[in-house]
């Protein structure tokens, strides 16, 4: 079963911007944390930016200024704003429910997010 499902990712010259959006099947209004992570080639997995329950945000430093973190518990959606992206960006991008004490911590698929300089 697929708990969280990544869209919006695609091709776009540097400078450019793309919303990224994560569709949750479970109530996310009490998930400790969502986040939004990226894995480039021969890269580990890193973590890009994150939301807590009660709406703190934080963010990589490469991506402060430039990507902002939002949520909607009402349905289920959280996305990934990326502004001014850099071919540095350029990573599948991974949505993560986090909440250890439900046990869950779920991951999505990914989407491919390809920055041209």
């Known amino acids: 079963q697929e708990h969280l499902v990544e869209s919006g990712g695609g091709l776009v010259q540097a400078g450019g911007s793309l919303r990224l959006s994560c569709a949750a099947s479970l109530s996310i209004f009490s998930i400790n944390t969502m986040g939004w992570y990226r894995q480039a080639p021969g890269k580990q997995r890193e973590l890009v930016a994150a939301?807590?329950?009660?709406?703190?945000?934080n963010y990589v430093d490469s991506v402060k200024g430039r990507f902002t973190i939002s949520k909607d518990n009402a349905k289920n959606m959280v996305y990934l704003q990326m502004n001014s992206l850099k071919p540095e960006d350029t990573a599948v991008y991974y949505c993560n429910a986090d909440s250890p004490y439900y046990g869950i911590h779920y991951w999505g698929k990914g989407t491919l997010v390809t920055v041209s300089s």
């Open positions: 939301i807590t329950s009660g709406g703190s945000t």
